[in-house]
């Protein structure tokens, strides 16, 4: 009998290559967005297209009442917000409230998966790490907050409950915008950089990422609540990407680092300057205090022997796929 897996995010870069991985190992896909949302490139591999009041548990009840998914995987997310109120209204009222109305229907999934983020730990010094599922809470951002309190929210009330929450680092691929900015820069010629400090950076392929999402939901080993960090396995200075993508182009960049004082400077203005805009700017202060982190080294290992992860992709192969893909798509 094929397996019914519900996923909210489904119209974001994650959500697009996770519904077509779902669909392509033979799931019934439903995906759960918003009116507004743009569903094109999904439309081939979603089965039905659920629209529930996220503020609502009477509405998310009822789905879950109907539909008696086997699978949850809760993508969906705020990454910015101009206030720490809506982004925690977000990324933990909602997240708890499909929780409480998963596991109150008479026949609850057999496992809810939970995208959390590595941000919700936060960076640690250059010396120390990596970072572990034990590894104290330390965000730098609202985002990280959110994700921190969503997960102490989780342990505090859904303990007993079969629930995996993944941890991804840097996600990257096909598709994604915001690391892609660091692309179209290099496009242009420029490697640039804040500061000279160097760094230890982690990263995950998305494809590596959507394995393991539908690794946690149907494995069986896993047993209540369970938690995993989620890299390629690998540590990476902050020059790999730029020389992955000379090599890629054969191209040759000029390599600038700016002051750090400067951008910090520079993310201040900006943060003032869209105070009063719905927007956020490229770089502000905490997205700054992210960026030039010293140390975003992951252990894998919990994933590794619990869910059987084994990363198809370090950064070379991920990248290259990535930007060969950005090129015959007229990104750049």
């Not at 959110?146 to 009330?157: D, G, I, L």
Request: with cysteine.
């Amino acid at each position: 009998m094929t397996k019914k897996i519900l996923i909210t995010g489904a119209s974001g870069f994650v959500g697009f290559h996770l519904v077509s991985a779902a669909f392509e190992a033979g799931y019934e896909v439903h995906a759960a967005v918003r009116p507004s949302s743009p569903i094109a490139d999904i439309e081939p591999f979603v089965k039905k297209f659920v629209y529930p009041d996220f503020n609502q548990i009477s509405s998310l009840a009822a789905l879950f009442v109907a539909e008696k998914y086997d699978y949850i995987i809760h993508a969906a997310a705020m990454t910015k917000a101009k206030s720490e109120a809506e982004m925690m209204n977000t990324n933990v009222g909602v997240t708890e409230r499909l929780l409480e109305a998963a596991f109150r229907a008479p026949e609850p999934p057999k496992r809810f998966v939970f995208v959390s983020s590595l941000a919700a730990i936060g960076p640690l010094r250059y010396l120390d790490g990596p970072i572990t599922e034990s590894t104290p809470y330390n965000p730098v951002t609202m985002y990280g907050r959110s994700k921190r309190e969503a997960e102490k929210m989780v342990f505090a009330k859904f303990a007993d409950k079969p629930i995996s929450i993944i941890r991804p680092t840097a996600v990257y691929g096909p598709r994604e915008k915001d690391i892609f900015i660091l692309f179209n820069t290099m496009n242009k010629g420029l490697d640039a950089y804040v500061g000279r400090a160097p760094q230890k950076l982690s990263f995950v392929y998305v494809k590596d990422l959507v394995d393991v999402l539908l690794r946690a939901a149907y494995l069986s080993p896993q047993m209540g609540l369970d938690i995993f960090n989620i890299s390629d396995g690998r540590v990476y200075s902050r020059y790999e990407m730029a020389e992955i993508f000379k090599k890629t182009f054969h191209r040759k960049l000029i390599r600038i680092h700016v002051p750090y004082a400067i951008v910090k400077t520079v993310a201040q203005i900006s943060q003032w300057l869209y105070r009063k805009s719905p927007r956020t700017p490229v770089i502000y202060p905490e997205r700054l205090g992210e960026l030039t982190a010293e140390n975003w080294s992951c252990d894998i290992t919990h994933a590794e022997q619990r869910l059987e992860y084994h990363p198809q992709y370090d950064l070379n192969s991920g990248l290259v796929d990535s930007l060969l893909w950005y090129k015959k798509n007229n990104w750049f």
